[in-house]
């Protein structure tokens, strides 16, 4: 099947949503993606499914451009469409960027997209919100809007079928990690995306251990061992250097025939980008 959207790309056209596009809460059977007075009428599941069918909040255009069951991606509900996911599970420790998010088994029937660093895109009446925002999520599929816990819960994710989860080339990956290092440590790296000298050195530099205070590059470590399938234990992705973290780099670290030290320099950077 081919994929609509890399998952940096889907999660990119979400926070476009949210940011860049007037739109209003409204769920109504033919009224989908569809302009009334300045805003785009979407709901939670609506606004997932027209960015696949290809809404670019066209005014010219019907949905906005966006055609019904087009990419070959099907209709579904809320709850459905974690029908259309593989790699399903009710554990949200593991949960990486652009998965599918759901409330199936619940009385609610809502749908969202996990964007990373705890963020949720979703399109929702809740906290009177009435549009596209992005809220947050904890390890236990709890929901936040600016401090404020929602009663209704997250229960399911999963990977979409429609979207790549393979984060893109390993250029693109040494890329992120050179935008990391320059951001965290204001290294005014060339971003090239060639692991050469000066990236392997300042990987050194650097490097990651057990309690280090860097918080953006500690989370550039935990979202690609989750991606590759290492638990960073129930926290996931927050930024610090604990046990569970340290657990999964020395179990990636053994894995890959590495000395097994904890200590996330050169060599455990660059086979996690491989």
């Given at each position: 099947?081919?994929?609509?959207?890399?998952?940096?790309?889907?999660i990119e056209k979400c926070k476009w949503l949210v940011n860049s596009v007037p739109n209003v809460y409204h769920s109504e059977n033919g009224t989908w993606?569809?302009?009334?007075?300045?805003?785009?009428?979407?709901?939670?599941?609506?606004?997932?499914?027209?960015?696949?069918?290809?809404?670019?909040?066209?005014?010219?255009?019907?949905?906005?451009?966006?055609?019904?069951?087009?990419n070959g991606v099907a209709d579904f509900g809320a709850n459905e469409g974690i029908d259309y996911c593989i790699d399903k599970s009710r554990d949200f420790?593991?949960?990486?960027?652009?998965?599918?998010?759901?409330?199936?088994?619940?009385?609610?029937?809502?749908?969202?997209?996990?964007?990373?660093?705890?963020?949720?895109?979703?399109?929702?009446?809740?906290?009177?919100?009435?549009?596209?925002?992005i809220s947050s999520i904890d390890s236990d599929g709890n929901r936040y809007y600016q401090g404020v816990k929602n009663n209704a819960k997250w229960t399911?994710?999963?990977?979409?079928?429609?979207?790549?989860?393979?984060?893109?080339?390993?250029?693109?990956?040494?890329?992120?990690?050179?935008?990391?290092?320059?951001?965290?440590?204001?290294?005014?790296?060339?971003?090239?995306?060639?692991?050469?000298?000066?990236?392997?050195?300042?990987?050194?530099?650097?490097?990651?251990?057990?309690?280090?205070?860097?918080?953006?590059?500690?989370?550039?470590?935990?979202?690609?061992?989750?991606?590759?399938?290492?638990?960073?234990?129930?926290?996931?992705?927050?930024?610090?250097?604990?046990?569970?973290?340290?657990?999964?780099?020395?179990?990636?670290?053994?894995?890959?025939?590495?000395?097994?030290?904890?200590?996330?320099?050169?060599?455990?950077?660059?086979?996690?980008?491989?």
């Amino acid at each position: 099947m081919t994929k609509v959207f890399t998952n940096k790309e889907f999660i990119e056209k979400c926070k476009w949503l949210v940011n860049s596009v007037p739109n209003v809460y409204h769920s109504e059977n033919g009224t989908w993606c569809t302009l009334h007075n300045g805003y785009w009428w979407m709901d939670c599941v609506v606004s997932i499914k027209g960015l696949l069918w290809g809404f670019k909040a066209d005014k010219n255009k019907a949905h906005g451009g966006a055609v019904y069951l087009s990419n070959g991606v099907a209709d579904f509900g809320a709850n459905e469409g974690i029908d259309y996911c593989i790699d399903k599970s009710r554990d949200f420790k593991n949960i990486i960027p652009g998965e599918y998010l759901c409330m199936k088994g619940t009385k609610y029937n809502h749908a969202g997209i996990y964007l990373g660093d705890g963020c949720v895109f979703e399109c929702t009446t809740g906290w009177n919100a009435r549009r596209c925002i992005i809220s947050s999520i904890d390890s236990d599929g709890n929901r936040y809007y600016q401090g404020v816990k929602n009663n209704a819960k997250w229960t399911y994710h999963g990977k979409l079928k429609y979207i790549d989860y393979k984060d893109n080339s390993y250029k693109e990956r040494v890329k992120e990690l050179q935008r990391i290092l320059n951001e965290q440590y204001h290294c005014n790296l060339k971003v090239d995306g060639s692991f050469g000298p000066k990236t392997s050195r300042l990987c050194m530099d650097h490097y990651l251990y057990f309690k280090k205070n860097a918080p953006i590059h500690i989370k550039w470590l935990q979202e690609r061992l989750i991606l590759l399938g290492y638990s960073c234990g129930k926290s996931g992705v927050d930024g610090s250097f604990g046990y569970d973290t340290l657990k999964a780099v020395k179990k990636f670290q053994k894995d890959k025939k590495l000395d097994v030290d904890g200590y996330v320099g050169a060599n455990t950077s660059k086979k996690l980008v491989e």
